[in-house]
């Protein structure tokens, strides 16, 4: 294994480096929007941003994207504000109408809030396909860390109840087992930005278990899609994990499960790596990871026809 603590600090440095904002000329090419949408039943509206390419294209690809922050509001590294240099840019090079809904956050709206949110907007915007320019038979879920979890517990529900079809769910570095008993959650108990404290307290915001309260059999695999026991008929899948994260191995663990269930399944695990958005060992790694997440989607929304 890498030395942790230079990994560390280098990732510490990329972390303050990160662009606060998109680039201008990104920025140029695509149009944004902040509107609500019709939220669950009984309960209030989503605000979504919606990201659109412009130019000749539609009907576009969609992706919706989840953003993280360990399901809790002051969760590290969330809210869609921190997401959304990384979504310009997924919108104008990836060539895709993007839909950031704005979920409820624990733990003053525990689950099944925020997913129910990002189910409601992903039945609105297919909906509304032809109004928003989409093409209904590609659209992509997908999400980072919390966002990640969401995004594959969406996919599950989407099954279930029979909602939209899906192309593709795009998994990065996802949240997924409130069990906390792999082997890296239990190692990596000080890591930068994510560690076993962070995600025990994530987990308890967003089940809303009392503070000594043990996981049980009951939770939800909506809610922890790595406590599902079929995973079917889910729609290609891409798993993303870091290597000194503690939520390494329940990624590399779902992958698996999704492809002994006979889900196609890409998996990369990026050595010298910490949790958040492109933090790796080098500048190379970083860049590579964000390539990569690019060229996955690009596929995924713009097959070729044969």
């Known amino acids: 294994m890498e030395d942790a603590g230079a990994v560390r600090a280098a990732s510490g440095r990329l972390l303050l480096e990160r662009p606060a904002d998109a680039d201008a000329d990104v920025l140029a090419g695509i149009e944004i929007e902040d509107r609500v949408v019709p939220g669950p039943p009984g309960a209030p509206d989503v605000a979504?941003?919606?990201?659109?390419?412009?130019?000749?294209g539609a009907p576009w690809p969609a992706l919706l994207w989840i953003n993280g922050g360990g399901f809790a509001r002051g969760g590290a590294g969330g809210g869609i504000e921190?997401?959304?240099?990384d979504v310009v840019r997924i919108c104008a090079r990836a060539g895709a109408v993007v839909v950031a809904p704005k979920y409820r956050l624990a733990p003053q709206n525990p689950f099944p809030a925020g997913l129910e949110d990002c189910y409601a907007t992903l039945l609105w915007l297919v909906d509304q396909a032809d109004v928003l320019g989409i093409d209904?038979?590609?659209v992509v879920v997908?999400?980072?860390?919390?966002?990640?979890?969401?995004?594959?517990?969406?996919?599950l529900?989407?099954?279930?109840?029979?909602?939209?079809?899906?192309?593709?769910?795009?998994?990065?570095?996802?949240?997924?087992?409130?069990?906390?008993?792999?082997?890296s959650m239990i190692e990596f108990i000080d890591a930068p930005l994510w560690n076993r404290p962070d995600a025990m307290l994530s987990w308890r915001h967003y089940l809303g278990r009392s503070g000594d309260?043990?996981?049980?059999?009951?939770?939800?695999?909506?809610?922890?899609?790595?406590?599902a026991t079929d995973?079917?008929?889910?729609?290609?899948?891409?798993?993303?994990?870091?290597?000194?994260?503690?939520?390494?191995?329940?990624?590399?663990?779902?992958?698996?499960?999704?492809?002994?269930?006979?889900?196609?399944?890409?998996?990369?695990q990026f050595p010298g790596t910490f949790h958040g958005p492109n933090?790796?060992?080098?500048?190379?790694?970083?860049r590579r990871q964000e390539r990569e997440i690019l060229d996955v989607l690009r596929r995924a929304l713009h097959p070729v026809r044969v």
């Open 231 to 268: 995973l079917t008929g889910l729609p290609p899948a891409y798993v993303s994990t870091a290597e000194f994260d503690p939520l390494r191995d329940e990624g590399i663990e779902y992958a698996l499960a999704l492809l002994r269930a006979g889900v196609s399944v890409e998996l990369h």
């Open 213 to 227: 309260a043990a996981p049980g059999d009951d939770v939800s695999p909506y809610a922890a899609p790595a406590r």
């Open 157 to 183: 529900l989407a099954r279930d109840r029979g909602g939209p079809s899906l192309r593709y769910q795009l998994l990065v570095i996802p949240e997924l087992d409130d069990r906390l008993d792999t082997p």
């Open 136 to 138: 209904r038979d590609r």
């Open 142 to 155: 997908g999400g980072a860390s919390a966002g990640g979890g969401l995004a594959a517990g969406l996919a």
């Open 82 to 85: 921190t997401a959304h240099p």
């Open 48 to 56: 979504v941003r919606i990201y659109r390419p412009k130019g000749p």
């Open 279 to 286: 933090l790796g060992r080098t500048e190379a790694v970083s």
